[in-house]
């Protein structure tokens, strides 16, 4: 088991949005998070990624509890999160960006074979390295936020929307990469409005409505499950 939330309630201020939500994620796994805007996907990887602390519960991540860790201690024990949007520096070059996000990690890694691993996945970042990221489009300004997050060399990588805003063109390649990340030995737990092509990567789905667990298995049966598809998948 590389991570389980038990039980996990968080919310802003007097409002609470998660209501005892539990999931699992085994080594190697891409699992996917379904749910209609407001359900509570967003805030399920804010508190695993430590950017909000869990009122109850807890977070166990490779054998050890991470529940109210500091966000950078997470990153630095391996779990790291691309967030909605596209998570650029616009003034700093492709180059400076993943320079950047390599600070945080420090010398403990060896951020050359981690840049390596971002350009042979994603070629057009090296061909513009020294190009601005706000003059970049927006499926590049995402395959640079995904690069970012892939400096660390997570053992977890934290997907939010990820498709947000792309083309169709653009989404089917993004896709492609999310299963080679995976390929390559990175866990994922992908949060995805595009409910069908989450599933159709995944091995395993989770559907959340108003901050709770309604439904989870396999993603072939919950692709196959005429509630899901119907609420879900627009079918």
């Known amino acids: 088991m590389l991570l389980k939330l038990t039980g996990i309630e968080a919310g802003y201020g007097s409002i609470k949005v998660l209501h005892g939500v539990s999931l699992e994620i085994h080594e190697g796994e891409i699992v996917t998070l379904i749910g209609n805007n407001g ?3 967003t805030t399920t990887l804010m508190a695993l990624s430590g950017m909000l ?5 807890e977070i166990v991540f490779d054998g050890r509890s991470i529940t109210g860790l500091a966000p950078d201690r997470i990153v630095e024990l ?3 999160q691309v967030p909605e949007g596209r998570g650029v520096f616009p003034s700093l070059t492709v180059k400076e960006n993943l320079e950047l996000a390599a600070m945080v990690v420090g010398t403990r890694l060896d951020s050359s074979k981690a840049f390596d691993t971002v350009y042979d996945l994603f070629p057009v970042l090296k061909e513009r390295e020294n190009q601005r990221a706000g003059t970049l489009s927006g ?3 995402k395959m640079l936020a995904i690069g970012k997050g892939l400096i660390s060399r997570p053992k977890l990588l934290l997907l939010d929307e990820p498709s947000l805003g792309l083309a169709p063109m653009l989404v089917q390649n993004l896709f492609r990469v999310i299963e080679q990340i995976n390929q390559m030995g ?3 737990l992908l949060v ?3 409910a069908y092509q989450a599933l159709a990567i995944a091995d395993r789905g989770y559907v959340m409505e108003v901050g709770k667990i309604c439904a989870y298995g ?5 692709l196959s499950d005429d509630a899901v598809r119907k609420a879900y998948l627009g079918c």
């Open 39 to 41: 359900a509570g996907k």
């Open 53 to 57: 602390k869990p009122r109850a519960g």
């Open 78 to 80: 391996g779990i790291c």
């Open 139 to 141: 499926g590049e300004q």
């Open 186 to 188: 990175t866990s994922i």
């Open 192 to 194: 995805e409005q595009n």
């Open 218 to 222: 396999p993603a072939e049966k919950l």
